[in-house]
T-cell receptor, first 108, second 114 residues
């Protein structure tokens, strides 16, 4: 089963709002990654984090690798309709574990 | 640069049958991982192949097996299919370097077991 707790499960926001989601684990990870999945497609890598405390941006997306190595968050600023989809966190130590996803809906 | 491709797109099988799913990795990638994604869930790691050898396995029974070929393409075989095997099967490739966890996914094969 899943070892990552991802929250919230779903979010309904207005276009232009900022979004924040996070992932926690009882185990430490060496790498945290964030993916986005659109219907009928495979997950697409958004951001990869390799060091505790690391803060990385990719356009309007910002993600951080928690100091304890047991958590990570993803922020999306000024959301737009194409941000709609399911966002997954993933952590790796010897293999890759995924959270259950955060379903984001953006109302124009 | 060609991305990860998977075939077939959809498949319907009967309980007890066997199935083979195929994956072509992204150009330059020598590591392939397979995942099972049930509806409404995140992907679950099945196994990984690096240079034709299994390089890690998740909590799946031995009836899930795989192969990687010299061109780094890969197959996932599932024997004695069960209803719970119905899922989206995802293949992901990575460059096999220090950043091997930057995995690039294919569109998946939707398997339905009846």
């Amino acid at each position: 089963g899943q070892q990552l707790n991802q929250s919230p499960q779903s979010m309904f926001i207005q276009e232009g709002e900022d979004v924040s989601m996070n992932c926690t684990s009882s185990s430490i990870f060496n790498t945290w990654l964030w993916y986005k999945q659109d219907p009928g497609e495979g997950p697409v890598l958004l951001i990869a984090l390799y060091k505790a405390g690391e803060l990385t941006s990719n356009g309007r997306l910002t993600a951080q690798f928690g100091i304890t190595r047991k958590d990570s968050f993803l922020n999306i600023s000024a959301s737009i309709p194409s941000d709609v989809g399911i966002y997954f966190c993933a952590g790796s130590f010897n293999d890759m574990r995924f959270g259950a996803g955060t379903r984001l809906t953006v109302k124009p | 640069e060609t991305g990860v491709t998977q075939s077939p797109t959809h498949l319907i099988k009967t309980r007890g049958q066997q199935v083979t799913l195929r994956c072509s990795s992204q150009s330059g990638h020598n590591t392939v991982s397979w995942y099972q994604q049930a509806l409404g869930q995140g992907p679950q790691f099945i196994f990984q192949y690096y240079r034709e050898e299994e390089n890690g396995r998740g909590n799946f029974p031995p009836r899930f097996s795989g192969l990687q070929f010299p061109n780094y393409s890969s197959e996932l075989n599932v024997n004695a299919l069960e209803l719970d095997d119905s899922a989206l099967y995802l293949c992901a490739s990575s460059p096999g370097t220090i950043r091997s966890y930057e995995q690039y996914f294919g569109p998946g094969t939707r398997l339905t077991v009846t």
